[in-house]
């Protein structure tokens, strides 16, 4: 890079080197926490240190510890693993005053897995394509970073469970706090992200310490009702302290225990339940009644968020990619697609949910075979009905809210996947191809018009644009835009499917 001043950066904690790389000025590994390691495992994000001189910002930092999940090449955790794991990244067009518009990307992986470096999300194309400062962040994961041990250890342990949370929104502060000096604007942020990373978003709207942070969110495939009640994460915490044979009053124990030995246990905690579910995460987001006070579509129906413009939706075949990490066994009966279900249900729920499903699919000449039944609804009961709870709660509070859903189906495997959790992510950050996504003129295209759609929505808090039309708000016909091979506008899709949700009593 020869002839040109290597970028330098002062933040509140000190100056930060960085690099130009393709057009854009990029920092990596920026500190917005200091390390949660030794006595500060568990406890809520201290302040950075200030450092002396220039600190170098070329390369990525150490991701949280965690393990591979059996997804195939979708997950990659190829990455230097470490404890101290608390940095952001930041992709910008311009060190200067522009006061572009912000995008915070918060990873998803379960609560479990991930990082703001994975290369499936190709940050440098949407600040390149809409003159905005791009932001991923790492937070803490998995045990580490949400597992509720203040009640089982009486308060030794005081961790809340919700570590990983109060993170994003330390790094959210860092980000309003210095990233004027990066060129963009602390006033206009809006925070994106998928599964996890939307369901950290569904609880940072009502979070009373991330009030203020951000202005907007776009919700892919989750919201916050993925959140755990207090009996729930403290059973947990239980089931760590037996999984690791320490006793709750031995804290030395607990905090001398290794990163890998903490993985190791967690898989342990991971093993299939009575019916044959598989658990996707051991740790999630805890309603403990203070850092997150209560059910947040619960609070989002009460008016915690309606300050906040978003863009929900999801997959319509969410679980397919799912059901790729069932153990082996034989194919799927209605008596034991049934049995599966009342993990979620009482029986009498799981049958006529089941039968409202199947007229569904048959009136649409759609597969209605108890495993295309199964795979439906529990994708439905995770993603698309908590969705649109959220999306009703926020309509209700008169804020803006777009609804969209994802159809686009995958060519991989013979198409089984078909339009799967995590499939719009390559079409988010334009890094899709045939081993997943798909590719040709049809993705170009879809991946154009989402890009323009959360460039748009970024930048004024609507997603219309010239590629993809006027995007109406839900509404009372609940208007949805279908991502697909031809994205249109349709009035209350599926909607057979969510009027049955309505007589369903859940466990």
């Known amino acids: 890079m020869s002839g040109r001043v290597e970028p330098i950066v002062t933040t509140k904690s000190g100056k930060i080197e960085g690099s130009f790389e393709g057009g854009l000025f990029v920092f990596k590994g920026i500190p917005y926490a200091a390390p949660p390691v030794g006595a500060l495992r568990w406890l809520p994000p201290q302040p950075v240190k200030k450092w002396e001189g220039v600190r170098e910002a070329k390369n990525f930092g150490a991701i949280a510890p965690q393990t591979v999940m059996p997804l195939g ?3 990659q955790v190829d990455q230097t693993q470490s404890e101290d794991c608390l940095f952001l990244n930041i992709w910008t067009p311009g060190l200067n005053n522009a006061r572009r518009p912000v995008m915070v990307w918060i990873h998803g992986g379960a609560f479990t897995i991930g990082s703001g470096s994975d290369s499936m999300y190709a940050s440098d194309v949407l600040p390149r394509r809409g003159d905005i ?3 991923s962040i ?12 203040k009640d089982v250890t009486d308060g030794k342990i005081p961790s809340t469970g919700n570590e990983g949370l109060m993170d994003q929104v330390a790094a959210l502060k860092w980000v309003k706090q210095n990233i004027a000096a990066f060129g963009g604007d602390p006033d206009n942020i809006t925070v ?3 599964s996890a990373g939307a369901m950290s978003i569904g609880c940072l709207m009502v979070m009373p310490s991330a009030k203020g942070l951000f202005q907007k969110g776009i919700l892919e495939s989750g919201v916050g009702s993925a959140a755990a009640s207090l009996n729930v994460s403290n059973a947990g915490g239980a089931a760590f302290l037996k999984a690791a044979d320490i006793k709750k009053d031995d804290t030395k124990a607990l905090r001398t225990l290794t990163p890998v030995q903490l993985l190791e246990i967690e898989k342990k905690m991971m093993a299939p339940d009575e019916s044959g579910n598989v658990k996707i995460t051991v740790t999630m987001p805890v309603v403990d009644g203070d850092v997150i006070p209560d059910v947040p579509n619960k609070l989002a129906r009460q008016g915690y968020s309606k300050d906040i413009i978003t863009i929900i939706g999801s997959n319509l075949d969410e679980w397919k990619l799912f059901m790729l990490m069932q153990p082996a066994g034989g194919p799927l009966d209605e008596a034991g697609m049934v049995k599966r279900l009342t993990a979620l249900m009482p029986e009498e729920s799981a049958i006529n949910l089941a039968a409202a499903y199947k007229k569904a699919r048959e009136k649409r000449d759609e597969p209605a075979t108890p495993i295309d039944i199964f795979t439906a609804i529990q994708g439905d009961s995770m993603f698309r009905i908590p969705a649109l709870e959220l999306v009703e709660a926020q309509q209700n509070n008169k804020q803006k809210v777009f609804s969209y859903l994802f159809t686009w189906k995958s060519p991989a495997m013979g198409g089984v996947l078909g339009a799967c959790h995590a499939m719009e992510i390559g079409f988010v950050f334009g890094n899709y191809n045939d081993m997943f996504c798909g590719s040709g003129p049809d993705a170009d295209k879809l991946a154009r018009l989402m890009q323009d759609a959360w460039l748009a929505f970024a930048r004024t808090g609507d997603p219309s644009c010239e590629s993809v039309g006027k995007w109406p ?7 949805t835009m279908i991502l ?4 249109h506008v349709e009035a209350a899709p599926y909607e057979e499917e969510r009027l049955a949700w309505q007589k369903v009593e859940r466990h």
Do not use: A, T, W
Not at 138 to 149: P, V
Not at 473 to 479: F, I, M, T
Not at 484 to 487: S, T
């Open 484 to 487: 697909d091979k031809k994205c």
């Open 473 to 479: 708000v839900y509404g009372s016909k609940r208007l």
């Open 73 to 75: 090449p979708f997950v």
């Open 133 to 135: 400062v791009m932001v």
């Open 192 to 194: 994106f992200g998928e």
């Open 138 to 149: 790492n937070y803490r994961l998995g045990i580490l970073g949400f597992l509720r041990l």
